[in-house]
């Protein structure tokens, strides 16, 4: 399987919130924005994401390949429930992208950094 069809594999994973196939995408020593976290922390984070945010839906639109990395464009339309990144959304609609970068090690994410456009959010309240 490529790191493309894997990383496509991580993304539904995520969106249908199976965090029991979660370990086949995530290495069990991730790490996040250059902080070991592990599995269950990682997959921790994941399920608090959800909570705050009900609609949550990752939406790859662009993504590009140079294994073992993976570059994606991540767009969200969500309504987070209280404040998010310090703001207070309480409810509202936003939209914002991420840019994050993925290392595949044994066919599994093994290093993550993440970057979320914070501007365009605080832009819409």
């Given at each position: ?52 945010i009900p609609d949550l839906y990752f939406d790859i639109q662009l ?63």
């Amino acid at each position: 399987m490529t790191v493309t069809e894997l990383y496509r594999g991580y993304i539904a994973c995520l969106n249908s919130q199976d965090w029991q196939k979660l370990h086949r995408f995530v290495h069990d020593e991730v790490h996040y924005n250059g902080d070991r976290v592990g599995l269950s922390d990682y997959q921790e984070m994941l399920e608090r994401d959800f909570r705050e945010i009900p609609d949550l839906y990752f939406d790859i639109q662009l993504l590009i390949a140079e294994p073992p990395f993976i570059a994606s464009r991540l767009q969200f339309n969500c309504t987070p429930k209280g404040t998010f990144f310090g703001l207070p959304i309480n409810g509202r609609k936003v939209s914002f992208s991420e840019n994050v970068f993925y290392e595949f090690l044994n066919d599994r994410i093994r290093n993550v950094w993440s970057v979320i456009d914070k501007a365009a959010i605080e832009a819409q309240l």
